[in-house]
């Protein structure tokens, strides 16, 4: 990137699902970089999948300070499920010549913190995935994150490309400013389907998984409440007796 | 002879006690092999270990290549097991780490992938609970062979004697599964206290605790309890990050989960409401929590807490 050595200069970040905490570290990674720089060398590329109502969400992301954006939107893409989703993503980060990829670890819905290491694996890049702190040393062309999981700490490196994922307690996402909200208004958002990528088996009919039902958890039943007279704690392990729990 | 691929966790020496579980779901399918990939010179006292769970046959890969480069590594040898093998399914524990090697086996043998199963049935089909417990769900993988990861303590496990039999498989790994090189590792301190997602009792503080988790730990170490908090108590500071529970945090299905000044707000409920028993100590008689208490007492944590925990520990002493 600075050096020049890749054809198209620059970190740039990508979502899976538009996620605040991976555009405000891909913006701290590349703002001091961009310093005093007539042009900016360094740019940051939104990419997100979903309906056309996710263009505001987009537009968000500009208004922080990115750069640009893709929306791949398809009425196929209803229904798919991680593979299908990562495999998406995977063909539109190849065409782009970026360096590294941004993504949040969970998604708000249903796509199970696997996306980042689908994504790794489709591009046969590095996953450096529940980052909690992120280096990139752009000299080098290398990033090192601490990766902060229930199993404890671990310091990770690798070479650009890479796929980085990044833990909610990251950093604080700013809020965009006047003056960002209004140039993201001139920012360009691409739209691709499905076709421009040349993919076909994706979306629900293709499916790798089936539900095969889907049931409301019964509401559960009144439970007693009793006002505490100086005998709450008692009557209550008198309750835990009684279900054999102490 | 169908035969069912477990992926063996393991921390400090010991077999993690989701190896037995997978191995007990496992078994409803047919036979039982476990994939142990360790360290150089590490496996004989894990395999002694799988001996009391239900396994047929125990796959060794010996390695320093997984200590360097991890999930990658990992994941490329186990796809690799995969193919040769031909399993009927590969179940894998839901941790952070066994979700991103399943994600990755998935992708590189083409099959279909389901997270967080609470349970895995003789036909293989997946329960999961979903929107925080609100949704029960069966599916099953309709592409490749089936890959699903099961959430820790989601079942019991058999405990039996088996006389595995042990292959030896060598290791070799491709650049792209060596693309991320592990510097430093601190494993997180483990207290004395069980693990919050696999405990049976889980005691919960929040803002009404103003702070002081005393009482709390007090009550959670009498009843052999892990210690749990609300979004409010982890956000002051007065808990790790690590004990939340909730749509942010852990989900918990303990069988007791006590709630102790915590209004029970839905991002909290998100992460505890399929507790087989609820109860709830608030001061507020309309706090929300009661809604889904089984027993709630209305009064102050610091009153009843204490009396609680007092009361058990005789219950213990008689
Ligand atoms: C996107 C998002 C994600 C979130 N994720 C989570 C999450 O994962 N987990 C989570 O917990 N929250 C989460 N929250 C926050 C959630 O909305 C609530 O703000 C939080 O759960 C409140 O915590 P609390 O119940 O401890 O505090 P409060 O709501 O302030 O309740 C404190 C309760 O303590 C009672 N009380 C006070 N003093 C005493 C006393 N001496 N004795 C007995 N009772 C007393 C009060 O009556 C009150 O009911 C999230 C919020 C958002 C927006």
Redesign the interface.
């Given at each position: 990137m600075v050096n020049g050595l890749l054809d198209r200069a620059g970190v740039d970040a990508v979502l899976n699902d538009l996620d605040e905490y991976a555009i405000e570290e891909a913006l701290r990674i590349v703002e001091p970089l961009n310093e005093g720089l007539e042009t900016p060398q360094h740019t940051i590329t939104l990419i997100s999948m979903g309906p056309d109502r996710a263009t505001e969400a987009l537009r968000k992301g500009l208004s922080m300070g990115a750069d640009d954006a893709i929306l791949i939107s398809d009425p196929s893409l209803a229904g798919s499920?991680?593979?299908a989703t990562?495999k998406v993503l995977a063909e539109v980060i190849k065409s782009g010549g970026f360096d590294l990829v941004f993504c949040g670890t969970e998604s708000t819905d249903?796509r199970?913190?696997?996306?980042?290491?689908?994504l790794?694996?489709?591009l046969?890049?590095?996953?450096?995935?529940?980052a909690g702190s992120v280096t990139v040393d752009p000299a080098s062309s290398r990033v090192e994150i601490a990766r902060m999981?229930?199993?404890?700490?671990?310091?990770?490196?690798?070479?650009f490309p890479?796929v980085v994922s990044v833990i909610?307690?990251i950093n604080e996402p700013r809020y965009p400013s006047f003056k960002g909200i209004m140039a993201a208004k001139k920012k360009p958002i691409e739209t691709k389907t499905v076709g421009d990528l040349g993919l076909s088996d994706v979306g629900l009919a293709?499916?790798?998984?089936?539900?095969?039902?889907?049931?409301?958890?019964p509401p559960?039943?009144k439970?007693?409440?009793?006002?505490?007279a100086?005998?709450?704690?008692?009557?209550?392990?008198e309750?835990?007796?009684e279900?054999r729990?102490? | 002879m169908s035969s069912v691929l477990i992926l063996v966790d393991y921390a400090d020496g010991k077999v993690a006690k989701t190896a037995g579980e997978l191995a007990t779901l496992a078994k409803r399918v047919g036979s039982v092999s476990a994939l142990l990939l360790c360290k150089a010179g590490e496996s004989g006292p894990l395999i002694e270990q799988l001996k009391s769970a239900p396994i047929d046959s125990v796959i060794v890969g010996e390695s320093d290549l997984f200590a360097t480069h991890g999930i990658a590594a990992l994941a490329e040898v186990t796809a690799n097991v995969m193919s040769e093998k031909s399993p009927q399914a590969l179940l894998i524990s839901s941790s952070a780490r066994g979700k991103e090697i399943a994600a990755r086996v998935a992708v590189r043998t083409n099959s279909g992938l389901i997270t967080d199963a609470i349970d895995f049935s003789n036909s293989m089909i997946a329960t999961q609970s979903v929107f925080g417990g609100s949704f029960t769900v069966h599916s099953r993988v309709s592409h490749g062979t089936p890959i699903v990861t099961v959430r820790p303590s989601a079942v019991e496990a058999e405990a039996v004697t088996s006389s595995p039999s042990v292959e030896n498989i060598s290791i070799s790994l491709s650049p792209t599964s060596q693309l991320t090189t592990i510097t430093s590792v601190q494993p997180a301190v483990k207290g004395g206290r069980p693990e919050l997602t696999e405990a049976k009792i889980v005691v919960s503080g929040g803002r009404g605790t103003n702070g002081d988790f005393a009482p709390i730990e007090a009550f959670a170490d009498s009843l052999g309890g892990a210690v749990g908090a609300s979004r409010a108590a982890t956000d002051a500071g007065w808990y790790p990050h690590t004990h939340q529970v909730g749509q942010t945090g852990k989900t918990v299905s303990p069988q007791l989960y006590i709630a102790c000044g915590i209004s029970g707000a839905i991002q909290h409920r998100a992460g505890m409401q399929t507790s087989k028993t609820i109860v709830a100590i608030n001061k507020d008689p309309e706090a929300p929590i009661f809604d889904l208490a089984d027993f709630g007492v209305v009064g102050d944590l610091f009153a009843v807490v204490p009396q609680a925990q007092a009361a058990v520990a005789a219950k213990k002493q008689s």
């Open positions: 499920d991680a593979l990562s249903a199970m913190s696997v996306i980042p290491a689908m790794a694996e489709r046969g890049w590095a996953q450096l995935s529940f999981t229930d199993a404890g700490v671990e310091t990770m490196s690798a070479n890479a909610e307690k293709s499916a790798w998984s089936v539900v095969d039902d889907a049931t409301a958890r559960r039943a439970g007693i409440k009793v006002e505490d100086g005998d709450g704690g008692t009557k209550l392990v309750f835990l007796a279900k729990l102490v | -």
